[in-house]
Each structure stands twice: as C-alpha cells, then as structure tokens.
C-alpha cells in the first residue's frame, strides 16, 4: 500500500513498474498450467501440498516459536548491516522536497524483500540460504549511494564488508559443507563415493547417520542396492537416499520426494492426514505396488504413520533396509 501511494502521482511510473511484474505473474502462470497438463499432474493435490498444508504447518511454527530480536541482529548481522544504510538511505530519500520515487521504490523493496526473507529463514527448519542478499544489497547501495550525497567511505566500508561475508559463507557452506546436519561433522573422514556406485563417481561420502564410520553405511548401502535390484517386483521405495533409484535405473513409484513426517506429509491428527492417506493409497493401486522398500534403522517406519498395521506385513531384511508387503484386503484398500 505504502509503494502505490508513494506512486499514486505518478501514473507512468506506475505503469512502467508494474507492466513487467503482471506480464511476469501472466507468463509464470501459463508455464505452471502447461507443466501441471503435460506431467498430467492434479491441480489440487498441488494446492492441498503447498498452500493448505503448508499453511497448516506455517501456523503450528508461529504459535510454537517465540521471535528474538537479539537472536535475529547477531544470526543476520551481515545483512542487517546493509539494511541499516538502507533505512537510512530511504529516511533521506523522503524527506528530500524532490523526491525521486524510483530510488524510493527500489530501496523500500529492497528493504521488505531482506525482511521477508529473514522472516522465512528464521521461521523454518531449511537450510540457511539467504546470505545471497548480502551482495545484491551491496549493489543497491553502491547504485544510490550518490543520490543521498555520503561520503565514500560508507561505500568502501559496505563493499569490504561484503566482499568479506561472501567468502565466509562461501567457505562455509560450499567448501566445508556446513548445514545443519553436517554442522559438527568431521568432512575429512568422508570415502569416495564411487565405492557405492559408479554413477556417484567424483563426489566424496559421509552423512549425519553414520559421521564416525562412512565405511559401514557404505556398506549397508550396497546391500540394499544388491537386494533391489534382485527384487523383481514392482515397489516403491521410500528413502532419504534418493540416489538409489537412479543409479538401479529404476523408477521409485514413491508418492514424495521428501519423507519428513509433519513437515512433508501430514500425519494422524492433523488437517489434511485423510487427503493424503488417500493420495498415499490412490498412488499405490494406481501403480499396482505390492511392496514397500523403506530405508531405516528404527523399528518405525513411514509407511506405519499412514496405513493401519492390518495392511502391512513388516520384515527387516538388513540394518537399514526394511520389506513391508501390502495386504490389500484391509479396509485401507477397499
């Protein structure tokens, strides 16, 4: 609203600014209607997925988590060091008599689009990916800098600081791997990863599961790989490995990509849990699966947090590979 007002007197400028995003938000949507048409696939399990039932989980996140601001300057210091120059850029930007609505309008959505995106990253549990601001805010100080007449400094100060920022983040998170889970692992032990397959050839191998001994999970992985490609029959898998199917040259028939229970699917208590029950079991008549091949060392399995056990016959065929066989005379399946 405050962007619109600042441009409410100047209807070129309104429309030079808003034909491109409408043309944009046009085109964006044509491409989404032909994608779904072509890969034949249902608009509204695409709105159910990531409209309603993320909604679902954005509200438990709200309501869970309480904000800190002190938390929030020191995790995104860097970026709240441009978006402090920023502010007072836009502060300067306003109070001129002549004021110049497009350095307006870009710097205040600069400003919302850094916020927004704080917002998001400190409200969910992906991995940090924000940090590519840091430059793109550089650069719209570096553009403006002149307009509010500031002395140099500030502008090599930022350009420093930013030169700085990018490659911390980039020996942290592209050099040493740095996520979340990989946060407190040791890089160095990792093995070659052509040792589990070839198609892996040139990539090194350690995860969370098994930090201390690579070896053992690469050698857990080659037994289930040797297994399923020895299984004839039509399955699905379902895995954290999602590398298996493609280097089996197998398709997984897995109705997700993603298999974290409450934040990629719902489960029994929530919302949406009979919609997807429902597209869980539509996925598996359709395709006519028998057996589910699920990747875990814990007694419970996914499969467990969506069908009833009457559906299930459940055996462990290796430390981390687990065959559950489909008893389609449940009531699941009628």
């Not at 085109?27 to 909604?55: C, E, W």
Request: glycine share 2%; proline share 2%.
């Amino acid at each position: 609203m405050l962007i619109f007002l600042i441009f409410i007197s100047d209807k070129k400028n309104i429309i030079k600014i808003l034909s491109p995003l409408a043309i944009g938000t046009f085109g964006s949507l044509i491409f989404l209607m032909l994608f779904f048409y072509f890969a034949r696939l249902d608009i509204s399990n695409f709105v159910d997925q990531y409209i309603f039932y993320a909604k679902t989980i954005g509200d438990y996140r709200l309501s869970a988590f309480s904000f800190n601001v002190l938390d929030v300057l020191i995790n995104y210091k860097f970026i709240n060091f441009f978006n402090l120059i920023l502010i007072i850029f836009l502060v300067s930007l306003l109070l001129k008599k002549k004021k110049d609505r497009s350095a307006i309008f870009v710097v205040l959505a600069s400003l919302i689009l850094s916020c927004v995106l704080i917002f998001h990253q400190y409200y969910t549990f992906n991995q940090s990916y924000i940090f590519f601001v840091i430059p793109y805010l550089c650069g719209i100080i570096h553009v403006f800098y002149k307009k509010i007449y500031v002395k140099k400094y500030i502008l090599i100060i930022s350009i420093l600081i930013c030169i700085f920022a990018v490659m911390k983040y980039h020996l942290r998170f592209n050099e040493q791997r740095k996520f979340n889970e990989l946060e407190k692992v040791d890089l160095s032990r990792a093995i070659d990863a052509k040792e589990i397959s070839n198609e892996l050839s040139g990539l090194k191998w350690i995860s969370y599961y098994y930090p201390k001994n690579p070896k053992e999970e690469i050698i857990n992985l080659k037994k289930i790989l040797n297994i399923l490609s020895e299984d004839r029959s039509k399955k699905t898998i379902i895995t954290d490995y999602q590398f298996l199917a493609p280097a089996l040259k197998i398709y997984d028939y897995s109705p997700n990509q993603w298999h974290h229970a409450t934040v990629s699917f719902p489960t029994k208590g929530q919302k949406y849990f009979t919609k997807y029950k429902y597209f869980f079991i539509d996925n598996l008549k359709k395709n006519k699966i028998d057996f589910i091949f699920e990747t875990t060392s814990s007694e419970n399995t996914i499969t467990e947090l969506v069908l009833d056990q009457d559906c299930l016959d459940k055996k462990r065929l290796t430390d981390m590979l687990v065959k559950i066989k489909l008893l389609k005379k449940c009531k699941d399946f009628q």
